[in-house]
């Protein structure tokens, strides 16, 4: 059985979390909350471990238990919360790499190391899709810690020979995020649909992104995991198709049969241009073909119609 550690319960430890139990893995959560009730959650034919407490100083616990891989879904803050404590948003996110690059190095060098980065922060906007060769131009701090990051990880590969191992993974949707996170713009449409409250459009509209449902990103990660032969360092996770702000509110819109009303907001670096990635690496890794954004998006409106009335945000 493949052993798993996740670093973090949120929205992507939870999802990677469920894909590993289902596959009949093992899957190792440490985080200081369980915001999606993954120690609860029906493991199928695998098993899901939680564990209480900080990464760094539970990871011993699982590092015993001959863990294959290591997965970094937490450290630092949201996007937009970033800017307002860019020291607090530099000290967890590298603290916990750090840490857990030297737990990693001392107790069971073997293990490899995922550290899940953003393409959307570490890329700059242009409109040729970005290979993992470009180079990082961040404008934001949680887009900056991300790519010092992704520096340590190469250090500890390049120093120390661990198999580390930073995916540049672009906008994932497919669940109803709490707004107050300032992250998601597919959630974001969906409460404005659902809610009738106007969705808060940044720019005009018309910048693309890379947007991939949360499924397309499990497969794609847990395909990584389970290669059998060294890996690049650094490897885009996305569709390789940018699409407009636009296209999500209409899509939303047809997916809810309700028109999506917006109200202008406060024009950002982020907000304009377009950024989609190259997936010419990762389909030379695995085999990998992402649902496109109405197909994930009407995914999406299924899974809320199936939840049952929505909660309070």
Excluded at 29 to 50: H, L, N, Q, Y
Excluded at 105 to 117: M, V
Excluded at 223 to 244: F, H, K, Q
Excluded at 292 to 303: E, T, Y
């Amino acid at each position: 059985m493949k052993r798993i550690t996740l670093i973090g319960a949120g929205f992507l430890g939870n999802a990677l979390a469920l894909g590993a139990a289902r596959r009949g893995w093992s899957a190792s959560v440490v985080g200081r909350s369980d915001p999606f009730a993954t120690k609860d959650a029906d493991p199928g034919p695998g098993e899901i471990r939680w564990l209480s407490g900080d990464g760094v100083e539970r990871l011993p616990q699982t590092l015993d238990q001959d863990v294959d891989a290591i997965v970094i879904a937490a450290g630092g803050r949201f996007p937009v919360p970033s800017s307002a404590a860019p020291a607090a948003d530099a000290i967890g996110t590298l603290s916990l790499v750090i840490g857990l690059c030297e737990a990693v190095r001392s107790l069971s060098p073997g293990t490899k190391i995922f550290f899940l980065s953003s393409a959307g922060a570490v890329y700059a906007p242009g409109d040729e899709p970005k290979c993992e060769s470009d180079a990082g131009e961040p404008t934001s701090p949680y887009g900056m810690s991300r790519r010092v990051g992704e520096e340590y990880m190469e250090y500890y590969r390049r120093v120390h020979g661990l198999s580390t191992h930073s995916l540049r993974c672009v906008n994932i949707y497919g669940r109803l995020l709490p707004r107050s996170r300032g992250q998601g713009v597919v959630s974001a449409a969906f409460w404005s649909a659902l809610t009738g409250k106007p969705f808060t459009l940044h720019g005009d509209g018309r910048q693309t992104r890379d947007f991939i449902h949360v499924d397309d990103f499990v497969t794609a990660t847990l395909d990584l995991l389970a290669y059998g032969r060294e890996l690049p360092g650094t490897i885009n996770v996305g569709t390789g198709v940018g699409r407009s702000i636009a296209d999500v509110l209409d899509a939303v819109g047809a997916a809810t049969d309700s028109t999506v009303a917006t109200t202008p907001g406060p024009h950002a670096h982020t907000d304009t241009g377009n950024l989609a990635v190259d997936l010419s690496l990762l389909r030379s890794l695995i085999d990998f073909e992402p649902r496109d954004l109405d197909a994930g998006i009407g995914l999406m409106a299924r899974d809320i119609a199936a939840g049952g009335p929505l909660e309070s945000p």
